[in-house]
């Protein structure tokens, strides 16, 4: 069963391509989600339309999905720093 209150940890990395993306470890059977984008803003709002695509999607295949998901973003440092020194 899924907890109906999820609270979850986006970690938001610089890739080689210095575009960003966002990914969480925390799990809720069936579905997946990230974020992409030009800017760590832009990789959040499209993280974010995600988890709403996801609820959609759950409501019409009638799977469980958390009424609410509290998000807390975080930066991965190390990729901030990897970028930076090149």
Not at 9 to 15: D, F, G, H, N, Y
Not at 45 to 51: A, G, H, K, Q, V
Not at 63 to 74: L, T
Request: proline residues 3%; glycine residues 4%; charged residues 30%.
């Amino acid at each position: 069963m899924v907890n109906m209150h999820m609270k979850v940890t986006a970690v938001i990395e610089k890739s080689d391509d210095r575009f960003f993306s966002i990914y969480t470890e925390e799990d809720i059977p069936y579905f997946s989600f990230g974020g992409y984008g030009e800017s760590p803003t832009a990789a959040m709002d499209d993280y974010m339309t995600c988890i709403q695509e996801m609820r959609e999607i759950a409501r019409e295949t009638g799977k469980e999905f958390p009424e609410a998901i509290e998000v807390e973003f975080r930066y991965d440092t190390a990729t901030f720093i990897r970028h930076a020194e090149k």
